[in-house]
């Protein structure tokens, strides 16, 4: 069964710092994986999403990568803003039945002005 | 816009009294997700539908219901909500089998349950 896992559970930063997201999961069977964005009381919001034949993804500020084989990927947030306060989850599509997505727990951010 | 949109956005029943969430999405996607999603954990598929094809999870209990009547809308009913049933209920769709099949989510429903 995919469990995925996201460390740290809580980052808290001051406001420029570049800081990464990590993100792990335990079968590599996967078809592409999601990083999503989710402010308090709200919905997903999708920021980046890496097919299993890529390596990363890059979106502004932001950069995803993909290591399937050792099941890792990390979110790189540059030069951190307070409006990037948010909960980041990751989660991956199986690549089997009908590909459903799996979640981590997500990491939450804080950048402090 | 294309979007995803779920009514209401914050939904207030008592325990035991029948409950029905709506989404409806313009993106013309074949696929529609339900997923339930507690305070601090991660998202959690309830079921999904594939066009007409109602997909249900294992573990999700016969007190959550579906309906799609049309590609547009997509419903949950919760027959009898219990206080286990507070979460936020989020809606997603995609294109089945597209290369980069990503999923697009409505804003979700805040449920209560007194």
């Known amino acids: 069964k995919q469990e995925v896992t996201q460390i740290p559970a809580a980052l808290s930063v001051p406001e420029g710092e570049n800081l990464v997201l990590n993100c792990s999961f335990t079968d590599s069977a996967i078809y592409n994986l999601q990083w999503f964005r989710q402010d308090p009381g709200k919905g997903l919001t999708s920021l980046l999403l890496i097919q299993s034949s890529q390596r990363e993804q890059t979106s502004g500020r932001l950069n995803a990568s993909l290591d399937k084989s050792s099941g890792r990927s990390t979110l790189y947030i540059a030069a951190s803003q307070p409006g990037d306060s948010a909960t980041y989850l990751c989660a991956v599509k199986e690549n089997t039945g009908f590909q459903k997505l799996v979640f981590g727990t997500g990491t939450r951010l804080l950048v402090s002005p | 816009d294309a979007m995803v949109i779920q009514n209401p956005r914050y939904q207030v029943t008592q325990f035991g009294k029948p409950v029905t969430l709506s989404c409806s999405q313009t993106?013309?996607?074949?696929?529609m997700y339900w997923y339930q999603q507690k305070s601090s954990q991660a998202p959690k598929l309830l079921f999904h539908y594939y066009d007409k094809d109602f997909n249900n999870e294992a573990d999700t209990p016969d007190n959550f219901q579906s309906r799609r009547p049309n590609t547009s809308f997509c419903f949950l009913d919760i027959r009898s909500p219990g206080l286990g049933d507070a979460a936020m209920y989020l809606c997603a769709t995609s294109r089945a089998f597209e290369l980069y099949n990503e999923q697009f989510f409505g804003p979700g429903t805040r449920l209560t349950v007194l």
């Open positions: 993106l013309n996607h074949n696929v």
